[in-house]
T-cell receptor, first 115, second 117 residues
Framework: EPEVTQTPSHQVTQMGQEVILRCVPI?????FYWYRQILGQKVEFLVS????????KSEIFDDQFSVERPDGSNFTLKIRSTKLEDSAMYFC?????????????FGPGTRLTVL | AQSVTQLGSHVSVSEGALVLLRCNYS??????LFWYVQYPNQGLQLLLK??????LVKGINGFEAEFKKSETSFHLTKPSAHMSDAAEYFC???????????????FGTGTLLAVQP
């Protein structure tokens, strides 16, 4: 069964460093999402992406964050200058269709630890 | 703004007992509703979703949920718990009337289900 994959599974970085989290969505999916979950808190939406541009973003997704689909398979989330409060589990998701009824398929997540 | 509330961050049941995980939503228009499960060290997996007039929704692994508009609820149930059901369960909502290309999920805080032998 096709699945969303994410690398790395765990990333440790120093405050102020740049990190890139990578996701490979399901191959025929067209809509992509990033969410994060700070330890002990709820899963929060960060950004959605379709047709090579951001479709929607949350207040969390400030200028320090960016997303890119550099080729036909990868979808990346970059944090330019990490802060302690960026420590969280980051989930990538993809859907085949748009709209609210489409099932979002999630990857296993990347645990980001900022020291 | 839409939101979901999950009552009970931790629920413990005995193997073979009924599982009931509660979810209430807040929305001016009945939204689309989802239940996801997260096993340790894994991603979120869809259990079931409500997107149509059928108010009783059956999902994988014997779970089902009933949409009750009058109670703004979408509780998850399973008649008989198995040890393998131990996981974290998330209720989520998306906007039925959102006109954008993509449609984010808004999650509840999750309920950790423990199953005792």
């Amino acid at each position: 069964e096709p699945e969303v994959t994410q690398t790395p599974s765990h990333q440790v970085t120093q405050m102020g460093q740049e990190v890139i989290l990578r996701c490979v969505p399901i191959s025929n999916h067209l809509y992509f999402y990033w969410y994060r979950q700070i330890l002990g808190q709820k899963v929060e939406f960060l950004v959605s992406f379709y047709n090579n541009e951001i479709s929607e973003k949350s207040e969390i997704f400030d200028d320090q964050f960016s997303v890119e689909r550099p080729d036909g398979s990868n979808f990346t989330l970059k944090i330019r200058s990490t802060k302690l409060e960026d420590s969280a589990m980051y989930f990538c998701a993809s859907t085949q269709g748009g709209g609210g009824r489409s099932t979002q398929y999630f990857g296993p997540g990347t645990r980001l630890t900022v020291l | 703004a839409q939101s979901v509330t999950q009552l009970g961050s931790h629920v413990s049941v005995s193997e073979g007992a009924l599982v009931l995980l509660r979810c209430n939503y807040s929305s001016s228009v009945p939204p689309y509703l989802f239940w996801y499960v997260q096993y340790p060290n894994q991603g979120l997996q869809l259990l079931l979703k409500y997107t149509s007039a059928a108010t009783l929704v059956k999902g994988i692994n014997g779970f089902e949920a009933e949409f009750k508009k009058s109670e703004t609820s979408f509780h998850l149930t399973k008649p008989s718990a198995h040890m393998s059901d131990a996981a974290e369960y998330f209720c989520a909502v998306s906007d039925r009337n959102y006109g954008g290309a993509t449609n984010k999920l808004i999650f509840g805080t999750g309920t950790l289900l423990a199953v005792q032998p």
